[in-house]
Nanobody
Framework: QEQLAESGGGLVQAGGSLRLSCAAS????????MGWFRQAPGEERQIVAA????????YYADSVKGRFTVSRDNAKNTVYLQMNSLKPEDTAVYYC??????????????????WGQGTQVTVSS
């Protein structure tokens, strides 16, 4: 059982930046592809970004391309989401997730095996 813990959320003004971190407690972090998801009240959880095991491939939802950057440091068992030029529509709870058996990167939540508890990001206008 992999334990994931997000941190770095908070309240920022539109146009500001936040850096989210997700720390994993297991010993096989480098074997997982990792995803970032977000969920606003009353809405479905949706993909934001994903990164392959080695970090060689990344995926971004159209809504965040050019603004968000996902990265990972396997030596630190940590994945990051740098969020720049934040917009009010980015307001949501952000979750990191691990896929223990990736073929590439997964874009749907049901493909992921382990989840963090989420961190709130609120962007004021």
């Amino acid at each position: 059982q992999e334990q994931l813990a997000e941190s770095g959320g908070g309240l920022v003004q539109a146009g500001g930046s936040l850096r989210l971190s997700c720390a994993a407690s297991g010993r096989t972090f480098s074997m997982y592809s990792m995803g970032w998801f977000r969920q606003a009240p009353g809405e479905e959880r949706q993909i934001v970004a994903a990164i392959s095991r080695s970090g060689g491939y990344t995926y971004y939802a159209d809504s965040v391309k050019g603004r968000f950057t996902v990265s990972r440091d396997n030596a630190k068992n940590t994945v990051y989401l740098q969020m720049n030029s934040l917009k009010p529509e980015d307001t949501a709870v952000y979750y990191c997730a691990a896929d223990r058996a990736p073929t590439f990167v997964a874009l749907v939540a049901r493909s992921y095996d382990y989840w963090g508890q989420g961190t709130q990001v609120t962007v004021s206008s």
